[in-house]
């Protein structure tokens, strides 16, 4: 069974920066992966997707300040997130890029408030 396990997140000031993580329980070389995020109220946006080749592409909202990278050796999907704002507040999920509807793991919540 293939799981996504997101973590990384937290309470942090505006301005402040978090790293979150997703481990996959199979290998990721090959996949285009994503981060989304949903945030209180609003649908699930991707904010940043990274090919197997390791080119990257952000949503308008955090381009400049988030940052998304992998390491196919770990399995892992990385997310840096710099100069956060409070409309970053979003409980943040990876997946593939397209989605895989059944690969939506717990997510981690990140909160950004002073």
């Known amino acids: 069974q293939v799981q996504l396990v997101e973590s990384g997140g937290g309470l942090v000031q505006p301005g402040g920066s978090l790293s979150l993580s997703c481990a996959s329980s199979?290998?990721?070389?090959?996949?285009?992966m994503g981060w989304y995020r949903r945030a209180p109220g609003k649908q699930r946006e991707l904010v940043a997707h990274?090919?197997?080749?390791?080119?990257?592409e952000y949503s308008d909202s955090v381009k400049g300040r988030f940052t998304i990278s992998r390491d196919n050796a770990k399995n892992t999907v990385y997310l840096q997130m710099n100069s956060l704002e409070p409309e970053d507040t979003a409980v943040y999920y990876c997946n593939t890029a397209p989605m895989n509807f059944w690969l939506w793991g717990q997510g981690t919540q990140v909160t950004v408030s002073s």
């Open positions: 990274i090919t197997s080749g390791a080119f990257t």
């Open positions: 199979v290998s990721i070389f090959g996949t285009t």
